[in-house]
């Protein structure tokens, strides 16, 4: 499994942003999710989509009603749409996707995910 994340760059604060994660090497996904990494600060769960339950969403308490994942399973892709956007989401994003079938279970931890992208970065000016 390869997964390419693209659509990073410099935005101004309240600006949006489109993150995109393409997957190739498999035709199911248990658990498809965003995380990210600050400067000096641990990788940290944003979003995930869970295929197991009918593709319901999860989110991150500091982004959710800012951020939204939706997924396209004909293209094995997944979006991070990033709306209103704050200093504080500087960071990594990293798309990361979990195979079996207890990665949906622990969808908000590192361990869940097999397969991760190489990270695009997304910079918040104030």
């Known amino acids: 499994v390869q997964l390419q994340a693209s659509g990073g760059g410099l935005v101004q604060a309240g600006e949006s942003l489109r993150l995109s994660c393409a997957a190739s090497?498999?035709?199911?996904?248990?658990?498809m999710g965003w995380f990210r990494q600050a400067p000096g600060k641990e990788r940290e769960f944003v979003a995930a989509?869970?295929?197991?339950?009918?593709?319901?969403?999860r989110y991150a308490a500091s982004v959710k009603g800012r951020f939204t994942i939706s997924k396209d399973n004909a293209k094995s892709t997944w979006s991070l749409q990033m709306n209103s956007l704050k200093p504080e989401d500087t960071a990594i994003y990293y798309c990361?996707?979990?195979?079996?079938?207890?990665?949906?279970?622990?969808?908000?931890?590192?361990?869940?995910?097999?397969?991760w992208g190489q990270g695009t970065l997304v910079t918040v000016s104030s």
């Open positions: 090497g498999r035709t199911f996904y248990y658990v």
């Open positions: 989509i869970i295929n197991r339950s009918g593709g319901s969403t």
């Open positions: 990361a996707t979990g195979l079996r079938g207890d990665s949906a279970s622990y969808y908000y931890q590192i361990p869940s995910y097999d397969y």
